[in-house]
């Protein structure tokens, strides 16, 4: 039986600009396409889990605004119990996306209601985490309130008889390990990508790293390696998982959606290799469409499509 997760995450307004190669300023330049989508690392996660089928509860703040209305609606829409948002008196989050030709983007971000999210901590009394068994801190480094609250909650988490995982993104204050290192011991999952990777342990070997944050009682290192899939480190044990050849749109909320596919399968007690193949399939319909969740499909369509696609 599939059993929901909790997820506490940012919220944002999203517009998306493709394409954009070379911007100079002074001038006026067409592009293709400007579209407005949900976004965040909370919204994402939350969204592409309920297209998948994982029942999930998103924790976060939107502005009281038109886009906290937008984006509390397409979150409902989508399936996501938007119980746990609140309603916040800064403006929503927002981010202009600037998308070039290869699906690499450029966020320029204004962090509105993510300011004052979290101000109280999240909750995990048998109310807030019924029919729930899976707690995921989708963003960590871009929530002034809950960063330093996050050891704490994931170790209470787990006293609730949660799971847990995070997945950590860019710290644009450059505090990287002295932040996660906390953090760590109280985790099932970390999900981590290259660059992340490197600014964290300071080596650029994926083996290396995760050695070095294995070392501090994490449980799993699941390493986002992009167009060549993923690394998984549990123990002494080393899985990869190759990516999927598919035409790149844009790259945005990939590794929000990578994330859900491996917690979707980690749920459905999936092996190690086995979700971080179906994380891998996640990621690679994300990427051919503009918007994190727009190419996503159920959680059976999935498993049927990487029957059909080659990897690279």
């Known amino acids: 039986m599939t059993t929901g997760i909790l997820c506490s995450g940012s919220l944002v307004y999203d517009t998306l600009v493709r394409p954009v190669e070379d911007p100079s300023w002074g001038t006026t330049t067409f592009v293709e396409t ?4 949900p976004g965040g690392n909370g919204a994402n996660t939350s969204m592409a889990l309920a297209i998948l089928g994982t029942p999930v509860r998103l924790l976060g703040a939107v502005g009281n605004d ?11 829409e989508a399936g996501v119990d938007t119980t746990g948002v609140c309603r916040s008196t800064a403006p ?43 707690y995921h801190l989708a963003s960590l480094f871009v929530l002034p309130k809950l960063r330093p609250q996050a050891p704490e909650l994931l170790k209470r988490a787990r006293a609730a008889g949660l799971t847990t995982s995070l997945d950590i993104n860019w710290d644009p204050e450059g505090r990287w390990m002295r932040d996660l290192a906390p ?11 290259e660059d992340e990777s490197r600014m964290c342990t300071g080596t650029a070997d994926p083996r290396e790293a ?6 501090t009682g994490l449980g799993t290192a699941v390493l986002k390696l992009g167009n060549k899939g993923c690394a998984i480190y549990s123990g002494d044990r080393e899985y990869l998982c190759l990516a999927f050849r ?17 917690l979707a399968a980690n749920l459905r007690n999936a092996p190690l290799t086995e979700a971080g193949m179906f994380a891998n399939a996640v990621a690679a319909l994300s990427v051919q469409n503009l918007g994190a969740v ?16 080659a990897h690279i």
């Open 34 to 37: 400007i579209e407005y989508h």
């Open 66 to 76: 038109a886009p906290g209305d937008f984006v509390l609606t397409r979150l409902t």
């Open 92 to 134: 929503t989050a927002s981010s202009i996306v600037i998308v070039n030709g290869a699906g690499d983007r450029k966020f320029l971000h204004h962090l509105g209601a993510s300011q004052q999210a979290f101000a109280d901590p999240p909750q995990f009394d048998s109310a807030s985490i019924q029919g729930l068994t899976h």
């Open 183 to 193: 953090c760590l011991p109280h985790l099932d999952i970390l999900f981590i990508n």
């Open 210 to 215: 995760a050695r070095i944050l294995l070392s």
């Open 246 to 262: 598919v035409e790149v749109q844009d790259t945005t909320g990939a590794g929000d959606c990578f994330a859900a596919g491996f």
């Open 294 to 309: 727009v190419g996503l499909k159920p959680y059976d369509e999935i498993k049927a499509w990487q029957t059909t696609h």
